[in-house]
Every structure is written in C-alpha cells, then in structure tokens.
C-alpha cells in the first residue's frame, strides 16, 4: 500500500510554526521550551535544521555524532547558533516547503516532528491552539511507530483513545484524552500527563515520568 503524501500537511504546519514566530517578542524568543536545554529559538531552529542536508551530509553529521540523534541535533542547532531571531525567521521561511530528510515518508516526518515541537513552544508560552484532526491522526500514527521517538515504548499494552476525534490506538488498558495531550505524552512531555484519564494512565506516567 503506498503511503498518504502528507507533505501538503506538513507545509502547513510549518507555515502556521512561521506565523506564530512572527509574533513573539524577545523575551519569548529566548524563554524555555519543553525541550530540556533549548529554548524557543533553538526548537524553531531545529524543526528546520536538517532540510538543507544532502544526504553525504547527513551521513556525515551523523558520523560525527558517533550514531547519536541527540548529538546529531545540538550540533545542528549550533551551527545556527549566530543568527539572530530575524535570520531564524528567513531560515524557517526557506524551508516552509520540507527538503531532505524532513521530506521522507511523504512528508511524514516534517509533519510529526513539527507538530510535537510547536506544541514544545506553544505550551512553553501559554500559545494554546487547536490542531486540526487531519494533521493530528498521521502525527500520532508516525509518532507511534517512529524508531528515533520514544512514543512506541511508552504506549507499549495500551489503549491510546482521543475523546475530541475518532482515533484510538494498541491494546490493553486504556488512556482517554485529547489527541494533541496524547501526542505529548507519549512523546515524552509530562507536562500532558495530567490531561489524561484511564486506567492505563498510572502505567504511561511512570514510563514518562519515572521515579
């Protein structure tokens, strides 16, 4: 079965992360984001920090980082560590359209990876929105079977189950809530956490929130 091209759904995605960086002030530019270490300006940076890589480049990026996506991503975002938040802007407004790796999968990546990181700064700044369903479904589907996320094991025997849109994912006991705070959760924010409801929940907390 060929795979949906989410590329038109990815491009809006980026087009709405552009609109919302066009109307921070420069307190917000530099606040926290969910993103342990980063702040708002480097989680718009990183969304878009690997278009530009061919894929020797990309390869050699990740040589460097001896296998490490973790490393692989500071690096980029240091690399971009001069411009300033007019300079982040031409760079996100560049890649609006996702080039290289953001572009595989039929836009699947771009999509989910860019969904989960403006909600990074959105719930860092207190922006909330409303993700459309049609972008929301295939972010949680990607997300879930992604390798470098950890969405699969924290979901692992259980029942995902959005009450604002007809989507429900696994088996096992269930965790109910909204699809955006579902997508944190399981992408490792526990700010969501408490969001959800369910008899699975106490089971997504400690593999989210461990200890």
Request: charged residues 20%; aromatic residues 2%.
């Amino acid at each position: 079965m060929a795979k949906p091209d989410l590329m038109p759904l990815a491009g809006q995605e980026r087009r709405e992360l552009l609109e919302l960086l066009r109307g921070l002030d420069p307190q917000q530019w530099h606040a926290p984001s969910l993103c342990d270490g980063w702040s708002v300006r480097d989680v718009a940076v990183h969304v878009v920090s690997y278009d530009a890589l061919g894929w020797g480049q990309l390869g050699a990026v990740m040589v460097r980082a001896r296998g490490s996506v973790s490393r692989a991503n500071q690096a980029l975002v240091d690399q971009h560590a001069n411009l300033d938040a007019d300079g982040v802007l031409t760079l996100v407004e560049r890649h609006v359209h996702p080039t290289g790796l953001t572009a595989a999968m039929g836009g699947a990546i771009a999509l989910t990876d860019g969904t989960i990181h403006q909600q990074d700064i959105r719930r860092a700044l207190g922006l909330p929105r409303a993700i459309p369903a049609e972008r929301l479904r295939p972010a949680l589907d990607v997300a879930l079977g992604a390798p470098t996320l950890p969405a699969k094991g924290h979901a692992r025997g259980l029942t995902l189950v959005a009450d604002d849109m007809d989507w429900r994912h696994g088996s096992g006991p269930e965790v109910h809530g909204p699809g955006e705070a579902l997508l944190m959760a399981v992408a490792g924010r526990s700010i969501a956490i408490d969001e959800l409801s369910g008899e699975g929940l106490a089971t997504l907390r400690s593999r989210v929130s461990p200890g």
